[in-house]
């Protein structure tokens, strides 16, 4: 979803190149491109930071609440990671700048839809110097539980999956993942999972796939 036609039509030119992609659908604005993925329920929706009648971190933010199965995977021309941080918190599934070539773009989408966290690798950098920064003191407040769960949420399992996994209820996940957000001081199981990536919690050979950074 972009307001420029011709970089709607671009982008999709460049996954038309990928046969294991298809494009469903384009809308030039929020109203429309909501009104399709209500229809259409495709698996990722690709959505401009900004449209013409509104954020699309809001659109990012009514798609995840009420069409979760779609993963957003927002495009910017701003290399700003507090807008990384603000699409992440409002239920974006990855922030990919509008210079990505046609690859990392297929790439995205892939990564996005096998529900990893999707960032361009100068921003998860970024993103790592400015947690670093704040400290890493949260990770010691975690327990094997917590831990265990933060591990399921970087491998993009659900939370029937995580439970399954673990042998717990589903419930019980969630009041893993409630305290989790509280202590992260995170907003979402994207930014939880974007944390446990940064602060190593994932092995570094895992890291790029499971936190779908474009490398």
């Not at 659908?25 to 109203?31: F, L, P, S």
Request: glycine content about 10%; proline content about 2%; aromatic content about 2%.
């Amino acid at each position: 979803m972009d307001d420029h036609a011709l970089v709607r039509e671009g982008i999709c030119e460049l996954l038309a190149q990928h046969p294991d992609i298809e494009v469903v659908g384009q809308a030039g604005c929020a109203a429309d491109a909501i009104e399709l993925a209500g229809l259409l329920r495709p698996e990722v929706a690709i959505v401009d930071i900004r449209l013409p009648d509104r954020s699309g971190l809001s659109v990012a933010a009514e798609l995840s609440q009420d069409i979760p199965a779609t993963r957003v995977l927002m495009v910017s021309a701003f290399e700003d990671t507090d807008y990384v941080v603000e699409a992440l918190s409002q239920g974006a599934a990855g922030y990919l700048l509008k210079t990505a070539d046609g690859d990392e773009l297929a790439d995205a989408v892939r990564a996005a839809a096998a529900g990893a966290v999707v960032l361009e690798a100068d921003l998860a950098r970024a993103l790592a110097r400015r947690d670093s920064q704040r400290g890493g003191d949260e990770l010691a407040t975690l327990t094997a539980r917590e831990t265990e769960v933060m591990e399921g949420l970087t491998q993009g399992k659900s939370n029937k999956q995580i439970a399954a996994s673990m042998g717990i209820g589903v419930r019980t996940v969630e009041g893993h993942l409630t305290e989790l957000f509280a202590k992260l001081g995170v907003a979402s199981r994207t930014e939880a999972a974007l944390w446990a990536v940064h602060h190593g919690i994932t092995s570094p050979g895992d890291s790029a796939r499971q936190a779908g950074a474009i490398q």
